[in-house]
């Protein structure tokens, strides 16, 4: 797990790796191991506090975490993806404003091999439109991917949809099945929200061009930071009651992340209308369309070619290509 200093504050790591397990370890102990002082110690635990790491003090014993943290380990990531995958670069970082700023930020070359970077925390993290996105430390996923693809930006129509479909399909590989989607960037279990997708561009009509694809997925969310979601959320721990670790979930998503934008590099959406179209939470219902020129209201029928979204209305069907949905009522 690494930090930098231009995206990150300081975070005990090395004590927050000897408590990961939830065992107890006296200051004594952890003194020692990290070779400082127990008052040194003592500050350090402060630290973890402040980041919202809940922590018990056992009387005569030591401290522990309240429930063991599964951290993010590029190593266990490179070893669950068992060779099948060549990455450019995998970075980890414990705090950072936001994996999408951090590859915006950039300039180093990048080709189809991906590029990732994960967090245990974000600081600054987005969702659609702007919206804050809630980043207690160690409890989901946070990654980007930077990906060059050899077509100009209007060739990367329905890129948001191809990235949410290949993680739902991931997790499904996985056990974790009946994650749906909602046109055009999120993730959905049992009709609330699991995830999102947000796709950042850099090129020109006639490419090549870069895409930073970012993700959130809800894993075990901390019922603190549940309080200031504004939105129904569910997450992985609440669809499977035996979740793989962290490592394992984030390698499989990036398998068939890297297998589904190769396809979609060659092919285009196409290919991918049909699954995407199967998984839509709201195909069939009403639908209210918003969007700074759109205000449109019919029933969803899936997804076209391109992505776009397919609404019968009063007047016929429409292809809508930029919006967000709501459910206007059951079908």
């Known amino acids: 797990m690494t930090l930098s200093s231009a995206h990150a504050a300081p975070i005990p790591t090395a004590l927050l790796q000897l ?6 370890h006296s200051g004594t102990e952890l003194g020692e191991r990290l070779g400082i002082s127990r008052a040194a110690i003592w500050k350090q635990l402060q630290a973890l506090d402040e980041l919202g790491i809940a922590l018990e003090a056992v009387p005569g014993r030591g401290y522990r975490l309240r429930e063991p943290l599964d951290l993010l380990d590029a190593a266990a990531i490179h070893a669950a993806l068992a060779g099948q ?4 670069s995998l970075e980890v970082f414990s705090r950072i404003d936001s994996t999408n700023a951090f590859f915006l930020s950039d300039d180093r070359p990048t080709e189809s091999n991906l ?3 994960l967090a245990e925390q974000q600081t600054a993290g987005r969702g659609r439109r702007g919206r804050a996105w809630v ?19 209007e060739g990367l129509s329905g890129l948001s949809l191809v990235v949410g479909l290949a993680i739902a399909q991931a997790l499904e590989a996985l056990g974790i099945a009946g994650v749906q989607l909602k046109w055009p960037n ?11 997708v947000l796709i950042e561009l850099a ?19 901390p019922s603190d930071s549940a309080q200031t979601i504004d939105q129904l959320w569910t997450d992985l721990r609440q669809l499977h009651s035996q979740l ?6 984030v390698a499989g998503i990036l398998l068939r992340l890297a297998q589904a934008l190769a396809q979609f590099a060659e092919e285009g959406f196409a290919p991918f209308a049909a699954a995407w179209s199967a998984r839509d939470e709201f195909r069939g219902r009403p639908v209210q369309i918003t969007g700074v020129n759109v205000q449109q209201s019919g029933i969803a029928v899936g997804v076209d070619e391109r992505g776009a979204l397919l609404l019968d209305t009063d007047s016929g069907r429409r292809a809508i290509v930029a919006g967000e949905v709501s459910l206007r009522g059951s079908a």
């Not at 995958?85 to 450019?88: H, S």
């Not at 993730?187 to 929200?193: C, I, N, Q, T, V």
Request: glycine share 16%; with cysteine; proline share 6%.
């Open 19 to 24: 408590l990961a397990d939830g065992r107890e």
């Open 85 to 88: 995958l060549e990455l450019a």
């Open 115 to 117: 590029r990732v970077a």
């Open 135 to 153: 980043s207690p430390f160690a409890g989901n996923i946070y990654c980007s991917i930077k990906r060059q693809f050899p077509c100009g930006l």
């Open 186 to 196: 999120d993730l959905r279990a049992d009709g609330h929200k699991l995830g999102g």
């Open 203 to 221: 090129g020109d009509a006639g490419g090549p061009c870069t895409a930073v694809v970012g993700f959130g997925i809800n894993v075990k969310m």
């Open 244 to 249: 793989p670790s962290r490592n394992t979930i």
